[in-house]
């Protein structure tokens, strides 16, 4: 699928290149995201999508092609850029010396806030976060999902346009990734354009309004999530355990049904587009080990990008 550019939209990359020496990390890709939308780059390891949130928040130089942020080339403008929007990386980067509230009060000061307002909006995001109870605390005395709320935090300081997202959630529990959903959820609400970068598929599907799913540099599909899984996945899937010649005898019985399927292992994944009830009788009448769920972003992604462990 071919990504054409389109110059409607506040973060806009048009023919975007990365190259460190002869690794050519991102391909050329085109993409166009609208105000207040919420839109997640997916894909394994060393697909390029860090690469491509870094040129966004000026991190990292663009190597060709154009980025333009609310209408400024990362570029030549990147100061401007940078001071309307908010990052928070994959890196956990909180000054340990500081406590909780001292390492907000500090960032703010890289945006010129005055001290008494960088005070106050530092106590309106812990409320925010609820963290006000640990505003005195060192960052060695909060939990994994607090740091990350008040990396979040520290995001917003400069009360951005728009929020940068690096794998906001990685390691953290049910309870602390679902409070963050939340909040981005809010934000979003408030006015915020959000880019994020996650490998949770529930997150993307929860938070974007729009994916692309990158793979060696290159945009493969971007739209929807649930609109692409209906299109490129179907309704239904069944895992369906099989032993021996049962492979074969399992796709002789499904001909009739409008279906694709994949093994992996002792596994076959069966695709359905139509979620048909007389193929889950078959199998069920059949194969004592099987499931039967909702196809999933997860199962998109699988499809495009390969079953095959990356470093």
């Not at 401007?80 to 500081?98: A, F, H």
């Not at 960032?107 to 109870?133: S, T, W």
């Amino acid at each position: 699928m071919t990504i054409e550019p389109n110059s409607n939209g506040i973060l806009v990359g048009t023919n975007l290149t990365k190259r460190y020496t002869d690794t050519l990390a991102v391909d050329g890709i085109n993409f166009s995201i609208s105000q207040n939308e919420c839109y997640g780059f997916l894909g394994p390891n060393g697909a390029g999508k860090t690469s491509t949130m870094k040129m966004i928040h000026c991190l990292s130089p663009v190597t060709s092609g154009t980025l333009l942020v609310a209408g400024m080339d990362v570029m030549t403008e990147a100061r401007r850029v940078k001071s309307i929007m908010g990052v928070v990386p994959q890196e956990q980067n909180l000054d340990p010396d500081l406590t909780v509230i001292e390492n907000l009060i500090v960032y703010a000061r890289y945006f010129n806030i005055p001290l008494r307002e960088a005070r106050k909006r530092g106590e309106e995001y812990l409320d925010f976060f609820q963290l006000a109870n640990k505003s005195n605390s060192k960052i060695r005395e909060l939990s994994g999902g607090m740091k990350q709320r008040l990396l979040i935090a520290r995001g917003l300081i400069n009360k951005p346009d728009i929020l940068i997202l690096d794998e906001p959630t990685t390691g953290l529990d049910p309870q602390a990734r679902h409070m963050i959903w939340q909040k981005i959820r809010h934000l979003k609400k408030e006015g915020i354009t959000i880019v994020l970068t996650t490998h949770y598929m529930e997150e993307a599907s929860q938070l974007c309004d729009r994916v692309a799913i990158m793979d060696r540099g290159k945009i493969l599909v971007e739209g929807d999530p649930a609109k692409l899984v209906e299109e490129r996945v179907g309704k239904d899937v069944f895992q369906v355990w099989c032993e021996g010649g049962e492979k074969e005898e399992l796709t002789r019985d499904m001909k009739s049904f409008d279906f694709s399927y994949e093994q992996v292992g002792d596994i076959i994944y069966i695709f359905s587009k139509n979620g048909d009830e007389e193929l889950k009788n078959l199998i069920a009448g059949k194969y004592i080990k099987f499931l039967h769920r909702p196809a999933a972003l997860e199962d998109l992604f699988l499809k495009l990008t390969g079953r095959r462990l990356r470093d």
